[in-house]
């Protein structure tokens, strides 16, 4: 989640009233952020995903207001009706083929407010822009530009100009192989045979978005008073969201909105456009969610000190709110408004009967048998490489791999025991015996099921010590089978991690469920173990098909 | 202790060596004496010496013992004895001198050797003679005889000088002597073994251990028992146990189940369909990264379900009939079919709606079970771990029944109180996370999360609408507050040392 810092005295002065630090603790804490820090001149918060409209000193001081109850209710946005004009070209379409633009005047810069702007930025960029993926925000200063300003994709060897932080001209391929915000960004851009940018009336290019503006057009400095704004990406709905919360934030600090007129291959609209957007809410959806008895005055109230309007049994949602896709999220507004703190906990006599899933009571009671047998229970993650699966093992037998596993832990184990000798080869310091079980999952590839994979629940049983041998591991199988009143058959078989002669196959009712056997010394050499090893295997999830 | 407690511990070895220790202190005389085995007297000694009752001294040095020939000669006398007895009979000559003394020809030269050296005889015409001063040697017991009729083992260091002499002698011949590395053991008595040794211990029979046999002829009657030092340390034993996680575990699962909730259980792979989809996380979200789920390469994708799909496809697109706007995306089957390991047990609550009718209700799930995260190992993070979660479905069902839920389930966890605040998920509405009271530290302390699930995600699972609350949190934070744990790896690192010591799981 990202975390904004907000200027104290800025924050004040936008809220319209002080509070003493306990209080304002507590009430940023309960409007639905994490407070991380507050302090005298500073107050770090974390903004949850949801409300990119808090990002900034300005949306988050407007939120608060409401909620404390200073500037309660819809704020308005005047826009000024300019016919200046962006026109997009076709040749963006396949390309990264809508922008939201606006143009807000009368502003003044210092050092402080071009690092909020360049803050909002940023952390739209991160979060609602999906790292510039969905939307790449940019803001230029209007005295340096001229309209009407073109949207179009050029050939990336005819894009060339001087990109911030750069002390010479570059073409894009140029930009994106050698500067630092290019080569961050590029990835972008890549496949594509055309490149976008915004360029205006006097050809000069503004921007090759979503990667960086130009130096000599897209810099605010403290003598800029008015800029032009663009959002580009693939959602126009995602775009104007944007760039509201970009205006809404200016106007806060004292700038007028101005509209445009965008020009689409086949449409024009207006941008911004501050409009609330009608919801109906019904105060009985409210009152059921919430278990409260609250009146239409209450609800209206509620909304406002969330920065709604309500009117005719509508809430009037904010221009600048990313979040509001269904009632339900008023009703959590109105909830926080309300005071989660205020809910009165309440247990409905609602009769339901507890029940355990029938095979972990049956794991919990293998669990139980083999505790009586001396036996140490281990637990291991189901992931391990393919060497500790396969080579170690002395086995081909391939396990299903992660994609993108960063380590060893890198495939999913298809059988317990090496899990159980990598526990003994990482307890050689240790006393002996050591006599170990452990139950868990293991996956095998599998056609019929839903995803291809099977998954089974195994127990697996170690004995280590300088004594252990097929007798011993068979006692603990025939008592364990013997208190299951399960009867089984043994035939000997091979397999290449224990010592030929000494491995068995053990079946249900003809059901092949298990393994027995001495791990062969070249296995416990592979794990560099020195201690002789007994082990069997059953699979559990299959033997429970005779219990159940 | 009291001298008659100790007494009354003594084991039957001990009760014969202990009167003994009054004179004697040296460890071979204490065998002689006591007429028991050299490794009875040791095992005696040393459990006398862990009641404190003596110290055991060793000294480590080089001693003389008789070898085979020593020993012959010993009894037999020395050969050079043996021959100048039977020249002084006659003179002989050498072959048949040899075959009178039955010595073999090696032995029998190099005595030949050593009397002539000491002109104990002459060859005369061919035939050994004895001479005068043989004759005196009959006589006299030589130095060499005298020693080896002495104690052995004999202390190298503190041979006479009559002693020394015989000693080079022997040594330079064969099989007489060997030199040994020697551990004498001497006794010395403590205070509490001076007094104890002027006690008088009965001659009676104690005894040790009750045997099946002193049962079956009833010939423990009338006989004493040796009494045990019950505070004495014992080796440790082997038992067996469960792993400390399994045991919180298994407690987390009693409490769901005495609240009346019934356990889901699932698959850990599953598709991005069913564990983000069906909980109307949108197909942008930064949690579906690869550096945050862990994906399956082969296979890669499962089958999407027939019925479901395009109800969960409209919900993102455009909120299907749920009344919502959606996501306003077009919803890629290919994200949805990718197969990963279950990122949250949210997965098992949404497969266990989907399989709920309107008549089952209401009705109350949990599961505690195990989720992946695509993290590297380290002391905070593990890329497994057991999650808790429960979910009420039922009609009437409001926030302030799920406060009233947490409160209970956190009372029962041993909180005191619980206070909800604002949160962020994409699948519930409200929202909230869980503050806890903890009763020790006096504090608030983050613990879990909850909410109301959307209708996003209810309506499409049921078929119809109706409020689901739900909560949950992982388990690693009281798993290492009860057992003080600070790296979360040792959770699952499987010290056997660790898991056999640990405490049970006592709450």
Redesign the interface.
């Known amino acids: 989640m990202p975390s904004i810092t907000l200027n104290r005295k800025v924050f004040e002065m936008l809220v319209g009233k002080k509070l003493p630090d306990e209080q304002l603790q507590d009430r940023i804490?309960?409007?639905?952020t994490?407070l991380e820090e507050v302090n005298e001149n500073e107050i770090i918060v974390e903004i949850?995903?949801?409300?990119p409209d808090l990002l900034s000193e300005q949306g988050f001081a407007r939120a608060f207001s409401s909620f404390i109850g200073v500037k309660p209710g819809l704020r308005p946005y005047p826009v000024t009706k300019t016919t200046d004009r962006v026109i997009i070209e076709p040749s963006v379409t396949n390309i990264r083929p809508y922008t939201a633009c606006a143009v807000v005047k009368n502003l003044k810069f210092n050092d402080e407010n071009i690092k909020e702007i360049i803050q909002i930025q940023e952390k739209l960029h991160i979060t609602y822009g999906?790292n510039r993926?969905?939307c790449a925000i940019g803001v230029y200063p209007l005295e340096k530009i001229q309209f009407p300003i073109r949207y179009l994709a050029r050939e990336p060897d005819q894009i060339k100009f001087q990109p911030l932080e750069s002390d010479r001209e570059m073409t894009a391929l140029q930009i994106l192989s050698q500067h630092k915000t290019g080569r961050d960004y590029g990835h972008l851009l890549e496949g594509l045979e055309k490149f976008p940018i915004f360029i205006d009336a006097n050809d000069q290019i503004l921007s090759l978005p979503p990667i960086i503006n130009s130096h000599l057009t897209g810099k605010i400095s403290e003598q800029t008073k008015d800029v032009f704004i663009e959002c580009s990406g693939f959602?126009y709905?995602v775009l104007r969201k944007c760039l509201n919360i970009i205006v809404t934030a200016l106007a806060d600090m004292g700038g007028e909105i101005n509209s445009l007129e965008l020009h689409y291959p086949r449409t024009t609209c207006l941008s911004p456009n501050l409009e609330p957007e009608e919801m109906k809410i019904s105060l009985n959806y409210v009152n059921?969610?919430?278990?409260?008895d609250l009146d239409e005055k209450q609800l209206q109230k509620y909304l406002e000190a969330m920065g709604y309007g309500y009117q005719d049994k509508k809430a009037l949602v904010p221009a600048y709110r990313a979040d509001v896709?269904?009632?339900?999220?008023l009703?959590?507004d109105i909830?926080?408004a309300y005071g989660?703190?205020n809910?009165?906990?309440?247990?409905?006599s609602?009769?339901?009967?507890?029940?355990?899933?029938p095979?972990?009571k049956f794991l919990?009671k293998v669990?139980n048998i083999?505790?009586?047998?001396?036996?140490?229970?281990?637990?291991?993650?189901?992931?391990l490489s393919k060497e500790e699966l396969n080579q170690k093992m002395n086995l081909d037998y391939p396990p299903?791999?992660?994609?993108?596993?960063?380590?060893d832990?890198n495939h999913?184990r298809n059988w317990l025991i090496p899990s159980g000798l990598k526990?003994l080869s990482?307890?050689q310091h240790?006393?002996y015996?050591?006599?170990?079980f452990e139950i868990g999952?293991v996956?095998k590839?599998d056609k019929e099921t839903?995803?291809?994979?099977k998954?089974y629940q195994r127990v697996s049983i170690l004995l280590c010590h300088e004594k252990t041998d097929y007798t011993e591991i068979k006692q603990i199988m025939d008592a364990f089978f013997h208190t299951l009143d399960k009867e089984y058959t043994i035939e000997e078989t091979e397999h290449s991690s224990f010592i030929p002669g000494r491995v068995g196959r053990i079946s249900v009712q003809d059901k092949k469920l298990a393994y027995i056997g001495e791990i062969s010394p070249e296995v416990l050499k592979n794990w560099e173990l020195t201690m002789p090893v007994t082990a069997l295997e059953i699979n559990l999830t299959e033997l429970f098909e005779f219990i159940k | 202790m009291e001298l008659k407690k100790l007494i009354d511990m003594l084991d039957p070895l001990e009760r014969k060596i202990v009167p003994l220790l009054q004179t004697e202190k040296s460890f071979p005389e204490l065998v002689k004496k006591s007429n028991l085995q050299e490794v009875e007297v040791m095992r005696a000694l040393q459990w006398l010496k862990n009641k404190d009752i003596l110290e055991i001294k060793t000294d480590k040095k080089k001693v003389i013992t008789l070898d085979q020939n020593g020993q012959k000669y010993l009894q037999e006398g020395l050969p050079e004895k043996l021959i100048l007895n039977l020249v002084k009979e006659q003179p002989l000559t050498i072959k048949q001198l040899q075959e009178k003394s039955k010595l073999n020809p090696g032995e029998f030269n190099s005595i030949l050797g050593i009397l002539r050296q000491k002109v104990a005889i002459e060859i005369k015409d061919g035939k050994i003679n004895i001479t005068e001063q043989g004759k005196k040697f009959i006589e006299k017991e030589s130095l060499e005889e005298k020693f080896l009729k002495k104690q052995f083992p004999l202390d190298l260091e503190r041979l006479q000088e009559e002693e020394k002499f015989a000693f080079e002698q022997l040594k330079k011949r064969k099989n007489i002597l060997k030199i040994e590395d020697s551990t004498e053991r001497t006794i010395e008595l403590t205070k509490l073994g001076q007094q104890l040794t002027q006690q008088k211990i009965s001659d009676e029979e104690v005894l040790n251990r009750l045997t099946s046999s002193m049962l079956k002829t009833q010939s423990w009657k009338n006989k004493k028992f040796r009494h045990y030092d019950l505070q004495a340390d014992v080796p440790?034993t082997?038992?067996?146990?469960?792993?400390f996680?399994?045991e919180a575990v298994?407690y987390i699962?009693k409490i769901?189940?005495?609240?009346?909730?019934?356990?889901?259980?699932g698959?850990?792979?599953?598709?991005a369909f069913w564990d983000l989809d069906s909980l109307f996380v949108p197909q942008?979200h930064?949690a579906r990264e690869?550096?945050d789920t862990?994906?399956?390469?082969?296979?890669?994708?499962?089958?999407l379900?027939k019925e479901l799909y395009p109800k969960i496809k409209a919900v993102h697109e455009n909120?299907g009939k749920?009344?919502?706007?959606?996501?306003?995306?077009q919803f890629s089957e290919q994200e949805s079919k990718q197969?990963l390991?279950r990122t949250h047990t949210t997965v098992l609550s949404a497969q266990t709606l989907s399989q709920l009718k309107k008549e089952d209700l209401?009705?109350?799930f949990f599961s505690v079970a195990?989720v992946?995260r695509?993290e590297?190992?380290d002391w905070k993070h593990l890329?497994?771990f057991y999650q808790v979660e429960g979910i009420?479905v039922?009609p009437?069902?409001?926030?302030?029944?799920l406060?009233?839920?947490?409160?209970?389930f956190y009372k029962k966890m041993g909180y005191t109180d619980?206070?909800?605040?604002?949160?962020?998920f994409p699948y519930t509405?409200?929202?909230?996370?869980v503050d806890v009271f903890h009763p020790v530290k006096k504090e608030w302390i983050e613990l879990g999360g909850a909410g109301?699930f959307?209708?996003?995600v209810t309506q499409p699972l049921l078929g119809f609408e109706c409020?689901v609350l739900a909560w949950g949190q992982g388990m690693g934070r009281i798993i290492s507050e009860y057992w003080k744990i600070k790296d979360i790896r040792d959770?699952?690192k499987?010290?056997?040392?660790q898991?056999?010591e640990i405490k049970t799981w006592l709450k």
């Open positions: 804490s309960m409007l639905g994490d949850f995903p949801n409300r999906r993926k969905k959602d709905n059921k969610i919430l278990g409260l896709l269904h009632p339900i999220d009703v959590e909830a926080i989660y703190e809910f009165e906990p309440e247990i409905p609602v009769a339901t009967i507890g029940q355990e899933d095979f972990q919990i669990r083999l505790v009586g047998f001396k036996l140490q229970e281990t637990k291991s993650y189901h992931l299903i791999p992660l994609k993108n596993a960063l380590g832990y999913l526990v990482e307890n240790h006393d015996p050591q006599n170990i999952t996956f590839k839903e995803t291809g994979v998954e | 440790q082997s038992f067996g146990r469960k792993h996680v399994t298994d699962k769901w189940l005495e609240m009346g909730f019934q356990e889901m259980t698959s850990l792979v599953q598709t942008d930064p690869m550096q862990f994906y399956l390469q082969d296979p890669a994708q499962g089958s379900p909120g749920t009344g919502s706007k959606g996501w306003q995306y197969l390991l209401p009705a109350k195990k992946f695509n590297t190992l890329f497994e009420v039922d009437n069902a409001n926030l302030k029944h406060k009233g839920y947490l409160k209970e619980v206070r909800m605040r604002p949160a962020h509405e409200p929202s909230i996370e109301i959307r209708p996003e409020p959770l699952y499987n010290n056997l040392k898991l056999r």
